[in-house]
């Protein structure tokens, strides 16, 4: 299961990072980028299948589909006192996309390609890539890592690197091109997670869609993302799947109704008898909101059940009558899968907050960037989804020392999520233990508060908690 998400770049993603849980709803108003954070975990997805580049040629390449905005927001200008300005860059523009999962994690980078120039303009090249054991990424955690076009395993401080390919072509994933099951077993079962990920989009039911029209159908354990295959899809869930929890979910959503298949030389055509009528009615004559519900209930009751689920906007056509039975049907897919949900109906969100582990997401966009409501840098994740006070890394005291150690974090030692911090003196007080360049080693979510010493105008001053840092009128004791 996913744990942290971390998108840096895409779009009005500048730097989100999001915990997330068994069931996970993210809200927000229009224009708040659900639909960007929709495109990235989908590009994510693409890593594994060898396409991340040429999807993002088909949005236009890095050149529109990067953070528009500048490298930083100071405070002033949110504050108002100054105007949003461009500064010069500080380092180079990429998007990256990672997860830290329970057991795996994984990063990618991607950027401009180097000169000389090509006529592919618009194709980005894959900077760096890493697999990692856990939830947080830690160097001696690390299985897999690719730096351009080198991808290395691992090895002990006096071993050389084990090389597995100096020449992948910055447009191939690792993932996707290199099968090593016995010096890179990780690689493999990364990929097939990745691959089993799920993403359901905008369903056609209009009179001309192909879900209304009998279909050849084959053994059919996974509907596909445009639905096209329903008829062999709940054929298959009536004879190796979850027969009785498929009709009581269609007798949840239409009261005294029955799905059925018909089958005619090789095609399969879905029939709905409904209480009261003499004759089941087609695909053809059910309503696009009937039509969507068999849809959602064909994906989510499916014998072969994925890791992962991104559904976005099931609300769809539905009528709000039928939105407990669809947040039901979601509450029962969370049981075998994880499952995200973008969703702006009140509703729906009301019926799957009531249901215990569903974590919801509110975005918000502030200065053209979206962000994570309610969040500060005590909230942001460790990897465990948890919040951790140690990632208070940009109060006054850490951004005025000259020195500077990296953080651990979800993600590879590269400018992403990684913060600099610097102490004068740190000790290992409530589990916290820090090194004398200020790399915080372990901290224990358990315990409540963080103790170190830290220099405040220019005195030494003991601070029970890291967020009495923050103030400024704070005096030193």
Not at 461 to 474: H, Y
């Amino acid at each position: 299961m996913i744990s942290t998400l971390a998108i840096s770049g895409y779009r009005s993603l500048r730097d989100l990072l999001l915990p997330l849980d068994r069931l996970n709803i993210v809200t927000g108003a229009n224009g708040s980028g659900k639909s960007s954070l929709y495109r990235a975990l989908r590009l994510l997805g693409d890593a594994a299948l060898n396409s991340v580049v040429s999807s993002l040629a088909k949005e236009g390449g890095l050149a529109s589909t990067l953070w528009a905005g500048p490298e930083t927001i100071a405070r002033a200008v949110r504050q108002g006192e100054y105007r949003v300005e461009g500064t010069v860059g500080g380092r180079p523009a990429c998007l990256k996309l990672g997860f830290g999962g329970s057991t795996y994690g994984y990063s990618i980078e991607l950027g401009y390609p180097p000169p000389p120039a090509t006529a592919f303009s618009l194709d980005p090249a894959i900077k760096r890539e890493c697999i990692w054991h856990g939830k947080v990424y830690r160097r001696a955690s690390a299985l897999v890592e690719r730096r351009n076009n080198l991808v290395t395993l691992p090895s002990r401080r006096d071993e050389e690197p084990v090389c597995l390919t100096k020449a992948l072509n910055a447009a191939d994933s690792m993932l996707a091109s290199i099968a090593d099951p016995q010096r890179a077993p990780e690689m493999l079962e990364v990929r097939e997670v990745i691959r089993g990920w799920r993403f359901y989009d905008g369903f056609r039911t209009d009179m001309s869609s192909p879900v209304r029209t009998p279909q050849i159908g084959t053994f059919t354990p996974v509907l596909k993302n445009d639905g096209t295959d329903l008829p062999a899809a709940l054929q298959t869930i009536l004879e190796v799947g979850d027969e009785e929890a498929l009709h009581r979910t269609i007798d949840d959503a239409f009261p005294g109704s029955r799905i059925h298949i018909e089958v005619q030389t090789g095609r399969f055509e879905v029939l709905l008898r409904q209480h009261g009528l003499l004759r089941p009615l087609s695909a053809a004559e059910l309503s696009d909101g009937t039509l969507r519900f068999l849809l959602w209930s064909a994906a989510l009751l499916t014998p072969r059940p994925a890791e992962l689920m991104v559904l976005n906007e099931p609300e769809t056509s539905l009528h709000p009558d039928l939105l407990p039975a669809l947040a039901r049907l979601i509450a029962s897919a969370s049981e075998r899968s994880q499952i995200i949900v973008v969703s702006h109906a009140q509703s729906l969100i009301e019926a799957l907050q009531q249901l215990q582990g569903c974590r919801r997401l509110q975005l918000v966009k502030s200065f053209g960037e979206t962000t994570l409501e309610g969040a500060t840098i005590f909230d942001k994740p460790n990897g465990s989804g948890h919040p951790v006070e140690s990632t208070l890394l940009q109060s006054r005291c850490f951004r005025q020392s000259r020195r500077f150690a990296t953080c651990r974090t979800l993600f590879p030692p590269m400018p992403f999520l990684a913060n600099s911090v610097s102490f004068g003196s740190v000790e290992e007080r409530h589990g916290v233990t820090c090194c004398p360049a200020g790399l915080i080693a372990e901290p224990k979510l358990d315990m409540p508060h963080i103790a170190c010493r830290v220099p405040i105008r220019g005195h030494w001053a003991e601070s029970p908690s890291f967020k009495s840092l923050l103030d400024p009128q704070a005096e030193p004791r």
